[in-house]
């Protein structure tokens, strides 16, 4: 490192732990943004600087979906193998995230004393990290639309993500998810070692195609695609009838992993930890106690006791990722109605909210299945920003005047809260189903404490 950068590097780690000691004493938040985005100010260089002293190599885990989950098992392994793991566990997956992740577990001149980074990226940088982070694994999780009025189409992005890959080394490896077309096909694009991860159980099919599809036309020729199975949204087992793309080869059995957590998406989310951490050289035996031990991240899953009740909070930012969270609510509701058919159900709650993390369109809900919760019937309570909409979405959802759902609009978070646990019969789940801020919010009423 020349001299030159070495002082700067210097400056801005002195700089940047400065202002989260400042940040944390005040109360003003995470400080898990800001000394990364002033830092790189001092020094333009920061991320590589940084990345290139990982003694074992970046893991860069990417994806709309499934990424904190992932990560956190990911992490996990490692860690119970004996490594020393950095992580933007907070979230912060833009440039000045990842900085100041880096930047935490820095030394006082620079230095970065760890085996491993996992960072979680935000797939509309990726391209831009890539060259500076040269990761030694890339996890592509799927492609789904998210936030429309800050991203394009998935064809777009994957794209983009084959072309910035490419040049890096052919050492580098790349697991993806053989189930979504757009990422199979980049990854039979690519000259790097490539892995691809799916399932092979079409007991989970679903019964038809949902709404929230994105990439059902083959990448390579346009022709649509023809699917024996979906299993979410456009991932399932496909062939293309015209040119012969069909899903590659899986380096995983899916059948000879457990289920962690509720949601088929997690089964997802297992495998590419499972096949990451097997790349990396994680005994088989560690892989399979954290999967037996694992806990929810929080939002994701997460299962709380609060006032005597069981409640689970399901992240729900997207059509797909709520598509998948109301299957898993029905999956679990229509369970404890057969055990007695006379047991009130417990609500359900929606948090919709609208700001920046969760993005400004909220149009996307149209898109969402909710057809599929309202016909389950019972008590819906809805709240947040844009409470209206999303008991207007409801509304539309009721097959007739008389369906068996019960709306209940509630403008005050705290209110709802309150009304969905009054409401939620002993040994009886509430699940909570909230946008990213909304989770948030959820989260700090529920424990009393914020997590950002």
Avoid at 23 to 30: D, K, T
Avoid at 209 to 221: F, G, K, N, T
Avoid at 337 to 354: F, G, H, K, T, Y
């Amino acid at each position: 490192m020349q001299l030159m950068d070495r002082l700067r590097l210097g400056a801005a780690v002195l700089t940047a732990k400065t202002v989260t000691f400042g940040v944390r004493s005040l109360r003003l938040g995470a400080a898990s943004v800001l000394p990364g985005e002033i830092a790189r100010r001092l020094q333009p260089k920061l991320l590589q600087l940084l990345s290139c002293q990982v003694k074992q190599g970046v893991i860069l885990i990417a994806g709309t979906n499934g990424k904190t989950t992932t990560s956190l098992l990911l992490r996990t392994m490692l860690e119970r193998q004996g490594w020393r793991v950095v992580h933007n566990a907070a979230g912060a997956n833009l440039e000045n995230g990842l900085m100041t992740a880096l930047l935490q577990n820095t030394n006082p001149i620079g230095t970065l004393d760890a085996d491993f980074a996992i960072l979680e990226v935000d797939e509309n940088i990726v391209p831009k990290v890539l060259a500076p982070l040269q990761p030694r694994l890339i996890l592509a999780l799927n492609l789904f639309r998210d936030q429309l009025d800050r991203y394009g189409e998935v064809d777009t992005i994957s794209r983009r993500w084959g072309q910035a890959i490419a040049p890096l080394p052919s050492e580098t490896i790349i697991v993806a998810n053989a189930d979504d077309p757009t990422l199979a096909y980049m990854g039979q694009q690519l000259s790097q070692n490539v892995l691809f991860f799916g399932l092979s159980e079409p007991e989970h099919y679903l019964d038809e195609i949902p709404h929230a599809v994105d990439s059902i036309y083959c990448p390579s020729c346009g022709t649509r695609l023809v699917y024996q199975g979906v299993y979410l949204s456009h991932q399932g087992d496909y062939n293309c009838p015209n040119c012969g793309f069909h899903k590659p080869s899986l380096a995983i059995a899916s059948r000879e992993w457990e289920q962690i957590l509720i949601g088929l998406y997690n089964k997802y989310n297992t495998l590419a930890a499972v096949l990451s951490a097997q790349q990396l050289g994680v005994d088989e035996a560690i892989i399979r106690d954290t999967i037996a031990n694992f806990q929810a991240a929080f939002g994701r899953a997460e299962e709380l006791q609060v006032r005597g009740k069981h409640v689970r909070i399901l992240l729900s930012k997207n059509p797909v990722g709520m598509n998948e969270t109301i299957r898993a609510v029905n999956e679990v509701r229509g369970e404890r109605q057969i055990e007695a058919e006379s047991r009130q159900l417990a609500p359900v709650l929606m948090v919709l909210n609208d700001r920046i993390p969760d993005g400004t369109d909220v149009s996307w809900i149209w898109d969402v299945d909710t057809e599929k919760l309202v016909e389950r019937g019972g008590t819906l309570i809805v709240s947040g920003d844009r409470v209206y909409d999303m008991a207007l979405r409801l509304r539309y959802s009721q097959p007739e005047i008389d369906s068996k759902m019960n709306l209940v609009v509630k403008e005050d978070l705290k209110e709802a809260i309150a009304t969905a646990l009054e409401q939620t019969p002993a040994h009886e789940t509430l699940h909570i189903l909230p946008t990213y801020s909304a989770m948030l919010e959820v989260r700090e009423i529920l424990t009393g404490r914020k997590i950002l």
